[in-house]
């Protein structure tokens, strides 16, 4: 068991380093196209789709959201560019948030409420009740003449979401191909020093977009987040009227479902949406719990993904993403037998029990310390890079992201159980308060 088990974790680990290898090569192709683009300004972009001309529809989605929704509002009226709405969903909130959105007079930003039974149903319900409104309503208003399905963005954005002030201008030249559906910005955590729970989360949505991002970007498979996400709304129409589902996991879903429908989805780590990192371990699991039972439901799309007409290395690449709880899971035994087995040697073998095991299991051994360890010096390298971190920083939150990584052995068998009692539901992830950039402005109108 143990050697089928560093077989298939050493076929991993060389899959990461091949993504990784993959990335760089997407990065040196954007600083080509860059190039091009700069010797090129006047080449045109596309006749059925107006890059330059597209309207950023955010939404924000909220439930019990008054400690920040204030702040992130303020960040969006800094940004820029006007060719942009906001749409806060109150999803049936018990305290403020209502109210707090209603006392911002500029006319970009838009309440919808939700009220029960309608209300509280998740996420991608409520993302679904902003896109029927958008489509429906707000498209007949004044801000959305002139814009053509093609040209208008949806832009989730969580409550506690800081996006950069450059991300619609580096976003929209995306666009410019009529076949990208969608697009996804890099996340990090702006507490990332409250703590080293809250680091580790910066270091591990950082090492995902430099190994897995910008490799499947340049595959046209981009994985998309639930912060961040920018959706064409021609494409989420492809998808019928409610394109989010009740998944757990409902970003990758979506991602998943916009590819075996035909579009392509990229990535850019030029710019970057920032959110809270938890600091305590408890809600931290239960994230985590959450998001692992999504993944296992959304293996229910690999029989899509098999009919569909997708480029071969687009099928390789879903079908490894969506398989990959399963490789947690069936490891996780190896992996905690074998260190228990490491422990016991050294604690009551003695040195040269220790020796002789090392001498049967040598390349075991080795491979496991491969597995164990050989990703830290890539995830030491991406983070010094985008954090800026001193290189002996670095080498130690590379090391400790090691060991940070086994929260899912047992997080993955606490989604395995939750999803066999069909228990879908999750408590709802407490914010830090943040207090507005400015003062907020007089009321506004809502709608219903």
């Given at each position: 068991?143990?050697?089928?088990?560093?077989?298939?974790?050493?076929t991993?680990?060389?899959?990461?380093?091949f993504?990784?290898?993959?990335?760089?090569?997407?990065?040196?192709?954007?600083?080509k196209?860059?190039?091009?683009?700069?010797g090129?300004?006047s080449?045109?972009?596309?006749?059925n789709?107006?890059?330059?001309?597209?309207?950023?529809?955010?939404?924000?989605?909220?439930?019990?959201?008054?400690?920040v929704?204030?702040s992130?509002?303020e960040?969006?009226l800094?940004?820029?560019?006007?060719?942009?709405?906001?749409?806060?969903?109150?999803?049936?909130?018990?305290?403020?948030?209502?109210?707090?959105?209603?006392?911002?007079?500029?006319?970009?930003?838009?309440?919808?409420?939700?009220?029960?039974?309608?209300a509280?149903?998740?996420?991608?319900?409520?993302?679904?009740?902003?896109?029927?409104?958008?489509?429906?309503?707000?498209?007949?208003?004044?801000?959305?003449?002139?814009?053509?399905?093609?040209?208008?963005?949806?832009?989730?954005?969580?409550?506690?979401?800081?996006?950069?002030?450059?991300?619609l201008?580096?976003?929209?030249?995306?666009?410019?191909?009529?076949?990208i559906?969608?697009?996804?910005?890099?996340?990090?955590?702006?507490?990332?020093?409250a703590?080293?729970?809250?680091?580790?989360q910066?270091?591990?949505?950082?090492?995902?977009?430099?190994?897995?991002?910008?490799?499947?970007?340049?595959?046209?498979?981009?994985?998309?987040?639930?912060?961040?996400?920018?959706?064409?709304?021609?494409?989420?129409?492809?998808?019928?009227?409610?394109?989010?589902?009740r998944?757990?996991?409902?970003d990758?879903?979506?991602?998943?479902?916009?590819?075996?429908?035909?579009?392509?989805?990229?990535?850019?780590?030029?710019?970057?949406?920032?959110?809270q990192?938890?600091?305590?371990?408890?809600?931290?699991?239960?994230?985590?719990?959450?998001?692992?039972?999504?993944?296992?439901?959304?293996?229910?799309?690999?029989?899509?993904?098999?009919?569909?007409q997708?480029?071969?290395?687009?099928?390789?690449?879903?079908?490894v993403?969506?398989?990959?709880?399963?490789?947690?899971?069936?490891?996780?035994?190896?992996?905690?037998?074998?260190?228990?087995?490491?422990i016991?040697?050294?604690?009551?073998?003695?040195?040269?029990?220790?020796?002789?095991?090392?001498?049967n299991?040598g390349i075991?051994?080795?491979?496991?310390?491969?597995?164990?360890?050989?990703?830290?010096?890539?995830?030491?390298?991406?983070?010094?890079?985008?954090?800026?971190?001193?290189?002996?920083?670095?080498?130690g939150?590379?090391?400790?992201?090691?060991?940070?990584?086994?929260?899912?052995?047992?997080?993955?068998?606490?989604?395995?159980?939750?999803?066999?009692?069909?228990?879908?539901?999750?408590?709802?992830?407490?914010?830090?308060?943040?207090?507005?950039?400015?003062?907020?402005?007089p009321?506004?109108?809502?709608?219903?």
């Amino acid at each position: 068991m143990t050697l089928v088990a560093s077989a298939v974790l050493f076929t991993f680990l060389l899959y990461v380093l091949f993504m990784f290898a993959l990335g760089r090569g997407e990065g040196r192709e954007e600083h080509k196209h860059r190039k091009h683009r700069q010797g090129h300004r006047s080449a045109p972009a596309p006749a059925n789709v107006n890059a330059d001309h597209l309207l950023f529809a955010f939404v924000l989605p909220c439930l019990n959201e008054e400690l920040v929704i204030a702040s992130s509002l303020e960040r969006l009226l800094a940004l820029p560019e006007r060719n942009w709405v906001a749409l806060v969903v109150d999803d049936g909130s018990d305290d403020t948030t209502a109210e707090v959105v209603e006392r911002f007079a500029d006319p970009r930003i838009l309440l919808l409420r939700r009220v029960r039974p309608q209300a509280r149903q998740g996420k991608g319900e409520a993302l679904n009740a902003a896109y029927r409104h958008i489509r429906t309503e707000l498209i007949r208003t004044p801000a959305f003449t002139g814009y053509g399905r093609d040209d208008i963005v949806l832009v989730v954005v969580d409550a506690d979401g800081r996006i950069r002030s450059d991300a619609l201008s580096v976003v929209a030249p995306m666009f410019r191909d009529p076949d990208i559906g969608a697009v996804q910005i890099a996340v990090r955590i702006h507490n990332a020093a409250a703590g080293l729970l809250a680091r580790l989360q910066d270091v591990e949505f950082v090492t995902y977009t430099e190994i897995f991002q910008r490799a499947r970007s340049r595959l046209g498979s981009a994985g998309l987040g639930g912060n961040g996400q920018f959706t064409r709304l021609s494409a989420l129409e492809a998808l019928g009227n409610a394109p989010w589902t009740r998944c757990l996991t409902e970003d990758l879903d979506l991602g998943v479902r916009l590819l075996s429908h035909g579009w392509r989805t990229r990535f850019t780590p030029h710019t970057q949406v920032w959110q809270q990192g938890l600091t305590r371990l408890r809600p931290f699991l239960r994230q985590r719990t959450r998001w692992f039972q999504g993944h296992l439901q959304c293996i229910a799309e690999i029989p899509r993904i098999l009919t569909s007409q997708l480029p071969l290395r687009t099928v390789v690449d879903l079908l490894v993403v969506l398989t990959l709880p399963l490789l947690v899971l069936l490891t996780t035994f190896s992996v905690a037998a074998f260190y228990a087995s490491l422990i016991s040697l050294a604690a009551g073998g003695g040195t040269e029990m220790l020796e002789t095991a090392t001498a049967n299991y040598g390349i075991v051994l080795i491979v496991w310390g491969l597995v164990s360890f050989g990703v830290a010096p890539v995830c030491a390298y991406a983070y010094r890079r985008a954090a800026r971190t001193s290189v002996l920083r670095s080498v130690g939150y590379g090391l400790l992201f090691t060991f940070y990584c086994y929260h899912w052995l047992p997080v993955g068998w606490l989604a395995v159980g939750r999803q066999l009692l069909r228990r879908s539901t999750w408590a709802k992830t407490r914010r830090l308060p943040e207090p507005p950039r400015r003062p907020v402005e007089p009321q506004r109108q809502t709608v219903s």
